[in-house]
């Protein structure tokens, strides 16, 4: 005989919604989408789960397991001790369409305030140049599938609700890929400050811990953009040497917004001229 | 739909709500006991004022040494003195940040666990702000190092010649321990080559880049350096200690 596993399934939308409790059949290398799409089948055809490419690549099956942000389609249900049941619930952070499937749209919107990448002028012979070790570090970051798993397990979002005035980590790493970029010309770190809330991650890391690409999202992106917003606002020493040393700023133009996060007004101004 | 706040129906709100059923709570309160315990060592150690050297042996907690009597405050010790220099390297310190933020303010206790006052919360902006100085803190430590490992140097002569004690072992193991925890420092690699965008044409950019690559890797184990250095300086003075109050007998090598 087959061995069986408990699933109970969260049902619902915003307004309210309960565990629902299932039983699958379970084999080998199975995950829990698989269980998923066996109770869709076979018990709740009505049940609403997203997903797409059952790899890990595509980062639609974000979700709970056991309250633990997990890609349903890279969970094995070996994980879990046997007669255990196994709770399966939406991310947290994110209004609740309907089941597992959530609205996570708010993420797209944020996206769309960062300034994007600003490349210098090509050579003289029409290329851009830069070398491998130059954008090592970036590369990192480029793997990201866009889950929103670190913007649902963070703090900040998930329990403080802070959408207004904070990007979150899967956009600070993103800032850090523009930053670091060696060809990128703008300087975001004033916005990072003012409009994306870098100040409010207390760099405790639940982020790092629930990326399913193990993108060292806290060691190698938000804690340097914080050193570089370091570098500018909260340095006396450099401060003074700008302003009686003579040291030049970089004189990249700065990207500033007028309001917060939630609204598209951002504009680039030429940096002010330091002595 | 966006930005209303959402509350998943079925998890309450508050300290500890969550429907993880791991023992979440271990790691928090191991953190807990581990630096209060230290915080509790130390504190007893700099009110001692005692035992603090034995031969060449210098206890960390008392180094660099300055005499303290003339300030004319009777429970000054020498250690009050230097102890906040490394103490604000520790509490600024990206890691145990993090490590305290969820064991003794309990913001988030753990990933996915919920908080005490969802309301509040300022993160590292109005009232810890200053945890931004943390570079001014390095400076410090940085500059703590070289004492300490002159103190190595200096374990290895007794009476003016050369020896070596198990004490002198116990000082490098120190100093090696702390060097890797500091020269693993956040700011320190963001110093020493994060802050360039372009390696390849940045002036000593190569040479930035190698040493930048050395440092990622100590900082990559830098909770286990944070660790091991912190239990490494408890140690290497209650070595001291016993040895200075005559529990145990140092052993001499050479
Ligand atoms: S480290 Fe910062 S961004 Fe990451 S989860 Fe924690 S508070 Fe959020
Ligand atoms: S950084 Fe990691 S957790 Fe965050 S969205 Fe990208 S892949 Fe997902
Ligand atoms: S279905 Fe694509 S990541 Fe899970
Ligand atoms: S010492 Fe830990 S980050 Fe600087």
Redesign the pocket.
């Given at each position: 005989m087959a061995d069986k596993a408990t699933i109970r399934v969260f049902r619902g939308n915003e307004d309210g919604g309960e565990f629902k409790e299932y039983e699958v059949e379970t084999y080998t290398g199975m995950v829990v989408l698989d269980a998923i799409h066996e109770i869709q089948a076979k018990q709740a055809p009505d049940l609403a789960v997203r997903w797409n490419c059952k790899a890990g690549r595509c980062g639609s099956c974000s979700a709970e397991v056991n309250g633990k942000p997990r890609l349903l389609c890279m969970t094995r249900m070996s994980h879990f001790a046997e007669g255990e049941a196994i709770n399966v619930t939406p991310m947290r952070t994110f209004p609740i369409i309907k089941d597992l499937v959530t609205d996570v749209s708010w993420n797209y919107e944020m996206a769309k305030k960062i300034p994007e990448f600003k490349p210098r002028p090509r050579d003289a012979d029409g290329h851009w140049r830069m070398q491998q070790y130059d954008i090592d570090r970036i590369q990192e970051f480029r793997k990201c599938i866009e889950c929103f798993m670190?913007q649902n397990?963070?703090?900040?979002l998930r329990d403080h609700d802070k959408k207004k005035e904070f990007a979150?980590?899967r956009f600070?790493i993103h800032l850090a890929t523009l930053e670091m970029h060696p060809l990128d010309t703008l300087d975001r770190r004033q916005m990072m400050k003012d409009d994306f809330g870098l100040g409010l991650?207390?760099?405790?890391?639940?982020?790092?811990e629930v990326c399913p690409e193990h993108i060292q999202?806290?060691d190698n992106g938000?804690i340097p953009m914080k050193e570089r917003v370091a570098d500018d606002f909260y340095d006396p020493v450099r401060w003074l040497l700008a302003r009686f040393g003579g040291k030049k700023k970089k004189s990249l133009p700065i990207v500033q917004s007028t309001g917060d996060a939630g609204e598209d007004t951002h504009k680039t101004k030429k940096p002010k001229k330091t002595a | 739909m966006a930005n209303r706040v959402v509350r998943l129906p079925l998890v309450g709100t508050g300290l500890g709500a969550t429907l993880r059923k791991d023992n979440w709570w271990i790691g928090p309160a191991v953190t807990f006991a581990v630096l209060s315990s230290f915080i509790a060592y130390a504190t007893f150690r700099a009110f001692e004022n005692n035992f603090f050297s034995y031969g060449p042996y210098l206890s960390p907690f008392y180094s660099p040494y300055i005499e303290s009597k003339g300030f004319g405050i009777s429970f000054l010790s020498p250690a009050m003195l230097i102890l906040p220099g490394p103490a604000s390297f520790r509490f600024t310190c990206y890691y145990y940040r993090k490590a305290y933020y969820r064991a003794f303010a309990m913001d988030p206790p753990a990933c996915a666990v919920g908080e005490r006052n969802p309301e509040k919360y300022n993160g590292e902006r109005k009232l810890l702000l200053f945890q931004n100085l943390h570079r001014f803190a390095m400076y410090v430590a940085v500059l703590f190092l070289v004492f300490l490992w002159h103190d190595f140097y200096k374990s290895l002569s007794f009476d003016g010649h050369f020896g070596l004690g198990l004490g002198s072992l116990v000082l490098l193991t120190n100093c090696v321990l702390l060097s890797g925890y500091t020269f693993g420092c956040h700011s320190f690699r963001h110093l020493i080559g994060g802050s360039v965008d372009s390696f390849s044409t940045a002036p000593f950019g190569k040479l930035r880049h190698s040493l930048w690559n050395l440092v990622t890797k100590l900082n990559g184990n830098h909770m286990a350096f944070a660790w091991s250095s912190l239990f490494g300086v408890a140690l290497t003075d209650l070595y001291i200690r016993m040895v200075a109050s005559g529990a145990i007998h140092d052993i001499r090598f050479l």
């Amino acid at each position: 005989m087959a061995d069986k596993a408990t699933i109970r399934v969260f049902r619902g939308n915003e307004d309210g919604g309960e565990f629902k409790e299932y039983e699958v059949e379970t084999y080998t290398g199975m995950v829990v989408l698989d269980a998923i799409h066996e109770i869709q089948a076979k018990q709740a055809p009505d049940l609403a789960v997203r997903w797409n490419c059952k790899a890990g690549r595509c980062g639609s099956c974000s979700a709970e397991v056991n309250g633990k942000p997990r890609l349903l389609c890279m969970t094995r249900m070996s994980h879990f001790a046997e007669g255990e049941a196994i709770n399966v619930t939406p991310m947290r952070t994110f209004p609740i369409i309907k089941d597992l499937v959530t609205d996570v749209s708010w993420n797209y919107e944020m996206a769309k305030k960062i300034p994007e990448f600003k490349p210098r002028p090509r050579d003289a012979d029409g290329h851009w140049r830069m070398q491998q070790y130059d954008i090592d570090r970036i590369q990192e970051f480029r793997k990201c599938i866009e889950c929103f798993m670190c913007q649902n397990v963070c703090h900040v979002l998930r329990d403080h609700d802070k959408k207004k005035e904070f990007a979150g980590p899967r956009f600070f790493i993103h800032l850090a890929t523009l930053e670091m970029h060696p060809l990128d010309t703008l300087d975001r770190r004033q916005m990072m400050k003012d409009d994306f809330g870098l100040g409010l991650c207390n760099i405790t890391r639940c982020c790092t811990e629930v990326c399913p690409e193990h993108i060292q999202i806290t060691d190698n992106g938000i804690i340097p953009m914080k050193e570089r917003v370091a570098d500018d606002f909260y340095d006396p020493v450099r401060w003074l040497l700008a302003r009686f040393g003579g040291k030049k700023k970089k004189s990249l133009p700065i990207v500033q917004s007028t309001g917060d996060a939630g609204e598209d007004t951002h504009k680039t101004k030429k940096p002010k001229k330091t002595a | 739909m966006a930005n209303r706040v959402v509350r998943l129906p079925l998890v309450g709100t508050g300290l500890g709500a969550t429907l993880r059923k791991d023992n979440w709570w271990i790691g928090p309160a191991v953190t807990f006991a581990v630096l209060s315990s230290f915080i509790a060592y130390a504190t007893f150690r700099a009110f001692e004022n005692n035992f603090f050297s034995y031969g060449p042996y210098l206890s960390p907690f008392y180094s660099p040494y300055i005499e303290s009597k003339g300030f004319g405050i009777s429970f000054l010790s020498p250690a009050m003195l230097i102890l906040p220099g490394p103490a604000s390297f520790r509490f600024t310190c990206y890691y145990y940040r993090k490590a305290y933020y969820r064991a003794f303010a309990m913001d988030p206790p753990a990933c996915a666990v919920g908080e005490r006052n969802p309301e509040k919360y300022n993160g590292e902006r109005k009232l810890l702000l200053f945890q931004n100085l943390h570079r001014f803190a390095m400076y410090v430590a940085v500059l703590f190092l070289v004492f300490l490992w002159h103190d190595f140097y200096k374990s290895l002569s007794f009476d003016g010649h050369f020896g070596l004690g198990l004490g002198s072992l116990v000082l490098l193991t120190n100093c090696v321990l702390l060097s890797g925890y500091t020269f693993g420092c956040h700011s320190f690699r963001h110093l020493i080559g994060g802050s360039v965008d372009s390696f390849s044409t940045a002036p000593f950019g190569k040479l930035r880049h190698s040493l930048w690559n050395l440092v990622t890797k100590l900082n990559g184990n830098h909770m286990a350096f944070a660790w091991s250095s912190l239990f490494g300086v408890a140690l290497t003075d209650l070595y001291i200690r016993m040895v200075a109050s005559g529990a145990i007998h140092d052993i001499r090598f050479l």
